[in-house]
């Protein structure tokens, strides 16, 4: 643990997060501050920064922390007629921020990427204020790009992550993920869901909204999962009413929800995951030791399938891509896995192995020695 005796005694500690926008920004950002926040004796100030178009303006002051918000800076993919605007935009947003950092006498800025953080780098470089930086995705985006060359100290979750100076310290969690202990948690999880004691168990989930495809396939597999004796909990998204229960041909369970407020129930409940592969979800299943099947999703860049890879290559999921699941795809490969208790806990166990369920507290040490100027050096 990083030694706070260095802080400035005239002010508490001013810790300023740049993470809004998505789920994958705001998730890790609100789980360093619980571990900066659980500090024994840190007289601490945490300030997340965020825009009024994003779910920030829920989730942070939801968690009890100070939001303050500033203009987004999108940046297009490809040139446009926008891209023109993009300088103007950075100014004021850098003037603004810079005179929140002031305001708020900032002694770290750490970023997370996305439309909030690179106004964030920009303004803590002209007000001198150490910046750390927080990469989720295996393929870093632009503004962790520019943010990874001004930064004291660089975090990657995936290994080999191609950003400037990156460490590995992986995801942080919160702590109801990091800390899980699924067997312990299995028979709770599994009545808490309807769900037998003792069948093997599938896990179908797409993000908080669903996933058309993985809706599809899983229900069209569940004949073939039932009858080999294997239950279900598929989280269909709260969009998608048309999919419900299907017919019961075997003797296993099938429980339809439309949305998981208990992700640690749901992971301990289950013996393998079939889901997307944000980088959020492959640090969590990576962490409490769930397999995983990933189908990563079709647009975008590939930050998805690389943010798999490693944990595939390890040993711990399996990998098919959008346009490959279908049912069919589900009893030939998935049904054998969740049937051989040995094989399924040699991929759990390599899972657990690529996992780093104590991030967020190694990215708290990292934050507290730049803050007080015992770790700038790179």
């Known amino acids: 643990m990083s030694e706070l005796a260095s802080a400035p005694p005239s002010h508490p500690l001013s810790i300023v997060l740049a993470g809004g926008g998505t789920g994958g920004h705001i998730e890790p950002m609100l789980a360093l501050a619980d571990a900066l926040r659980r500090r024994p004796g840190a ?26 918000l500033i203009p987004p800076v999108p940046l297009p993919r490809k040139p446009t007629v926008d891209l023109l605007r993009v300088p103007g935009r950075v100014r004021r947003a850098v003037a603004q921020t810079r005179a929140l950092l002031d305001e708020l006498e900032a002694d770290v ?11 964030a780098y920009l303004a803590a470089r002209r007000a001198g204020v150490p910046i750390v930086v927080h990469e989720q995705n295996a393929l870093p985006g632009l ?28 995801m942080p969690l919160r702590v109801a993920i990091g800390s899980l202990d699924r067997a312990a948690m299995r028979a709770e999880a599994r009545t808490a869901f309807g769900l037998e004691a003792d069948r093997p168990t599938l896990l179908v989930f797409g993000g908080s909204q669903g996933a058309a495809t993985l809706n599809r396939a899983a229900v069209g597999a569940a004949g ?8 279900v909990l598929h ?26 407020e208990r992700m640690d129930l749901a992971y301990a409940a289950a013996d393998l995951a079939l889901c997307r592969s944000g980088a959020v979800t492959v640090a969590e299943l990576s962490a409490v030791g769930l397999p995983g099947v990933f189908v990563p999703l079709p647009i975008g860049n590939g ?17 098919v891509e959008d346009a490959d699941l279908t049912p069919g795809w589900i009893a030939e490969h998935v049904v054998p896995l969740l049937t051989d208790p040995e094989a399924l806990a040699g991929y759990a166990r390599h ?9 967020d507290e190694r990215l708290a040490d990292m934050v ?9 050096e790179r």
């Open 43 to 68: 007289d601490l100030r945490i300030t997340c920064l965020g825009t009024e178009r994003g779910m920030e303006t829920r989730l942070v002051p939801a968690r009890g922390y100070d939001l303050r």
């Open 109 to 119: 800025v750490v970023g997370f990427g996305g439309y909030v953080a690179l106004p």
């Open 351 to 359: 899972a657990a192995a690529a996992g780093a369920p104590d991030a």
């Open 235 to 260: 989280a269909r998204g709260p969009k998608n009413t048309d999919v419900e229960v299907p017919p019961r041909t075997g003797s296993a369970p099938y429980v339809v929800v439309d949305y998981l």
């Open 303 to 319: 930050e998805q399938r690389r943010n798999a890879l490693p944990v595939v290559e390890a040993g711990g999921g399996l990998l």
């Open 224 to 231: 073939a999962l039932s009858e080999a004796g294997i239950q």
């Open 368 to 376: 507290l020695d730049v803050a007080t100027g015992t770790g700038v």
């Open 143 to 170: 503004a962790n790009r520019i943010g990874a060359r001004l930064a004291a100290r660089v975090a990657v979750t995936t290994p080999g992550t191609p950003l400037h100076a990156g460490v590995h310290v992986g």
